[in-house]
């Protein structure tokens, strides 16, 4: 029994590096048709709209409603202690930490990797990607490597505009419908949150979700089983894979960056 | 191959495949002749989708050779095997057309990536390609909105756009009326005898087979059985005799079709 529990782990063991060694393969393969096939800024145009775009309401709506409850909490525990006025720092500052970075990579895991995956593993079952090769085009070339880089590209602005419209909803709830003075709220806000480490520290972050998600929403998809079923596999196992990377990275950013 | 026999465009040689455990094929031996129409049969499960996969490198066999237009595709790199597959079109059993690009940009697409033509130079070809299909008024619609029969004839349309030399489809016919069968068939045997393209067809439709098969390659228990339908059907192979006959009973025997399939 217990050689077959320590078996089942050196087997699953086995087979989480070989899964690690092909997507770095596969990330080798994208990097490679970065570096040696031309450009295709129509197609990275269109990913960017799919991805970014198609996502600005669901970030939007979600930042702002994340802001108003941050505003409340916030407001309810600081006004305890006469410090209701630093309510724009402990917003500013629990957004552009973590907040901002972590959540968008989430919903946009959520929104736009999953549709990534389902739609290259669709492709799959299709047999459209192995249409391609028989015209001798490379699919990472032509598919995968322009999502890749909306993805990547799209994070970061998808991430500031969450971190705005949580500062905007928080200022609603806090100075609009609790009282907080307008000006301290800014003022405490700017003072407390520092461009070189905050919000370059955020940036880095969005950036790395968004390889992190665009390369395994790829791969999810570019390797999946061609059936229905392989597709679905690969549409959960990205949501899945994506959030708990993104949350362990976060971590380890957040420590090595000094935030 | 082969050397020897030059008249072969695309042969297969000792070619072993297996999926897992499964084995498809453990000698496989077959050749298609240039410039003709050979027709691939044999049961469901019998690897004929396979062997159209090996000739264009999309399977690598576990053992033997495949030669296309004189190279080993067995031995090639992905660049090489992208210059063999520059002679080549496929069309998919499914079509495989890009719902995200409407018919004219489908058939486009190939020329597109070689980029050896100008813009004006490929819209003329697309058209041109459309028309053989019968399709020239439907390069602006979207895959969706097309039947089963005119994305099988895009699909086509697509895989003749860059002139190959030979030209693989794998079972054109499945799903479709009999009107559209006639019309699929009609047009493959038209390219066949217009632009000389070497047909490699998988096809379970016997009518179609006998109409325009100058050679049939039936694959069962791995084996390659080769004749035109005529010999196949009377021929003292009473399991290829029987799948011919079943057209008409409209089922085929278990027993003769067995270990082929498809």
């Known amino acids: ?88 720092a402990v917003v500013g500052l629990s957004l552009v930490r973590e907040l901002g970075p972590v959540l968008t990579g989430l919903l946009v895991t959520g929104r736009a990797g999953s549709a990534m995956a389902a739609e290259i593993g669709t492709m799959v079952a299709t047999e459209q990607l192995d ?89 999810r998809g570019y390797t999946s089983a061609p059936t229905s079923a392989g597709v679905s596999r690969a549409t959960t196992s990205t949501v899945v894979v994506a959030s708990v990377s993104i949350l362990v990275f976060d971590y380890f950013i957040t420590a090595l960056w000094g935030m | 191959m082969t050397a020897a026999e030059p008249e072969a465009h695309v042969a297969l040689e000792d ?5 897992g455990p499964r084995v498809v094929f453990d000698r496989l031996d077959c050749r298609f002749p240039r410039g003709r129409i050979s027709v691939l049969m044999g049961g469901s499960g019998s690897g004929k989708s396979t062997i159209l996969r090996l000739i264009g490198g999309l399977v690598r066999p576990a053992r033997g050779r495949v030669w296309v237009a004189g190279e080993d595709v067995t031995q090639l790199t992905e660049r090489g095997l992208n210059r063999v ?71 086509l349309a697509r895989a003749i756009v860059s002139s190959p030399e030979i030209l693989l489809c794998d079972e054109p016919f499945s799903g479709l009326d009999p009107l559209n069968v006639r019309r699929i068939e009609a047009l493959l045997v038209d390219l066949n005898r217009r632009y000389g393209h070497t047909l490699i067809v998988t096809s379970h439709h016997i009518p179609s ?42 089922e085929v025997p278990a027993a003769s079709v067995r270990g082929g399939g498809a």
């Open chain 2, 85 to 155: 597959r520059r002679r080549l079109g496929m069309l998919f059993q499914g079509s495989a057309l890009f719902d995200s690009l409407t018919v004219a940009e489908n058939v486009a697409l190939p020329l597109r990536e070689r980029r050896e033509l100008s813009r004006a130079e490929i819209a003329a070809e697309v058209k041109r390609r459309l028309g053989d299909v019968g399709l020239e008024d439907a390069g602006e619609l979207m895959p969706g909105q097309l039947s089963g029969g005119m994305q099988r004839r895009a699909g």
């Open chain 1, 1 to 88: 029994m217990r050689v077959r529990a320590v078996e089942a782990v050196g087997a699953r063991s086995l087979a989480f590096v070989n899964e690690l060694g092909r997507m770095t393969s596969f990330a080798g393969h994208i990097l490679r048709t970065l570096v040696t096939r031309r450009p295709r800024p129509a197609r990275v145009v269109q990913e960017i709209y799919d991805v970014g775009v198609l996502s600005l309401l669901i970030v939007c709506g979600s930042g702002l409603a994340v802001g108003a409850v941050l505003g409340l909490q916030g407001y309810n525990t600081l006004v305890r202690f006469g410090a209701a006025e630093s309510l724009g």
């Open chain 2, 15 to 19: 070619v072993r495949v297996a999926f």
């Open chain 1, 131 to 219: 249409g391609l090769r028989m015209m001798a085009v490379d699919p990472v070339d032509l598919v995968v490597t322009p999502k890749a880089i909306a993805m990547i590209f799209v994070m970061p602005l998808l991430s500031c505009l969450f971190i705005l419209a949580a500062i905007f909803g928080g200022y609603l709830v806090g100075v609009v419908l609790l009282g907080v003075d307008g000006g301290n709220y800014l003022t405490s806000l700017e003072t407390a949150v520092d461009f070189d480490n905050d919000v370059a520290g955020s940036l880095l972050k969005a950036l790395v979700f968004g390889v992190l998600v665009g390369l395994i929403a790829t791969f």
């Open chain 2, 209 to 250: 087979t006998r109409r325009m098969a100058q050679q049939v390659v039936f694959v069962r228990d791995g084996v390659a059985v080769v004749g035109t339908p005529a010999e196949l059907e009377k021929g003292a192979d009473r399991g290829i005799a029987e799948f011919f006959r079943a057209e008409e009973d409209e």
